[in-house]
C-alpha cells in the first residue's frame, strides 16, 4: 500500500520554477532513495513534501490524505517525520531535552533511542552545540524518530562526516528498514545507499526522469543522471 504520493509537482523559489512534475512512492515498509545531482531538486521536493516551500500544483497524499494545503506543523503531527539538511538541533537544548521536545507516544522512547544510539546515552546532558557533527546527526534522526513517524524522510543523512560516523549512521538505517519503517532518503553515498534502498527515483532538472530497483541501476545510468 502506497504510503507517500507525488504526482505532479510543480515549485516555486518566487517567480523562478525549481520543479517541473516531480513524481514519486513510497510503500509501507519501503525505503526509498530520492537521487540526481546537486541543484536537481531533491531538497526542494523534500520541503514541498513537507510544505516549507509549498507547491503551487500537484498532488501530495501520506496515508491518501491529501497534504498539500497543510502547514508544515500538521504535516508533521500526521506522522512525518523529517531529518533535515544541515541537523538543525536546538544549539541552546541539552541532547535529552532535543530529544523530548517533540517526543509522542510510541516505539521510540527515550530509552529506545539510547539503545540506538548509545552516544546520546552518554552525552544526555550536554548541550546540542557542543556535540561533534557526527553526534549531531544522530542527535537529529532520534529526535524524528521520537515523533514515532510513519514515513521518516533523511535528507543527506551521512554528508561530511567521518567514516566511521557514516558506518554507524547506515548501520541504524539498516535496522530501522528491518524493523519496517518507511524511509525517504538523499545521500550521496552509492556504495552504501543502493544495498539499503527498495527503489530509487532520480531527478534532473526538476524532473522525475527515472525509477526503479537498484539493481536496474546500471553504472551507464549511474553516469548519465549521477555523474559529475
Known amino acids: 500500500m502506497s504510503l507517500l504520493t507525488l504526482s505532479g509537482i510543480e515549485t516555486y ?3 523562478s520554477q525549481a520543479l517541473f512534475g516531480v ?3 513510497v510503500a509501507e515498509g519501503e525505503v526509498v532513495a530520492l537521487m540526481g545531482r546537486n541543484g536537481m531538486g531533491k531538497t526542494t ?9 509549498p507547491a503551487r500544483s500537484g498532488t501530495i497524499r501520506l496515508g491518501g490524505q491529501d497534504i498539500r494545503s497543510r502547514s508544515p506543523h500538521r504535516i508533521a503531527r500526521l ?3 523529517l531529518v533535515p539538511e544541515g541537523r538543525r538541533c536546538f544549539p541552546n537544548l541539552t541532547v535529552g531535552e532535543n530529544l523530548i521536545a517533540a517526543a509522542t507516544n510510541g516505539r521510540w522512547s527515550l530509552d529506545a533511542i539510547n539503545q540506538l544510539f548509545p552516544r546520546l546515552a ?3 546532558d550536554q548541550m546540542a552545540r557542543s556535540l561533534s557533527g557526527g553526534e549531531q546527526q544522530m542527535l537529529a534522526i532520534g529526535r524524528a524518530l521520537m515523533t514515532n513517524p510513519k514515513l521518516l524522510i533523511l ?3 551521512t554528508e561530511g562526516l567521518a567514516p566511521v560516523i557514516r558506518h554507524d549512521i547506515w548501520s541504524v538505517i539498516r535496522t530501522l ?5 518507511s524511509i525517504l532518503i538523499v545521500d550521496k553515498t552509492l556504495a552504501e545507499l543502493l544495498p539499503s534502498a527498495d527503489r530509487c527515483f532520480v531527478l534532473e532538472k526538476g524532473r522525475t526522469v527515472w525509477s526503479g530497483s537498484p539493481t536496474d541501476l546500471t553504472p551507464e545510468l549511474q553516469d548519465r543522471y549521477l555523474g559529475v
Open 13 to 15: 523559489y518566487g517567480a
Open 23 to 25: 513524481d514519486l512512492d
Open 45 to 53: 521536493t523534500i520541503r514541498s513534501i513537507m510544505a516549507l516551500t
Open 79 to 81: 506522522g512525518i517525520g
Open 122 to 124: 552518554e552525552r544526555r
Open 155 to 157: 535528507d543527506e543523512a
Open 177 to 181: 528498514k528491518s524493523e519496517g519503517q
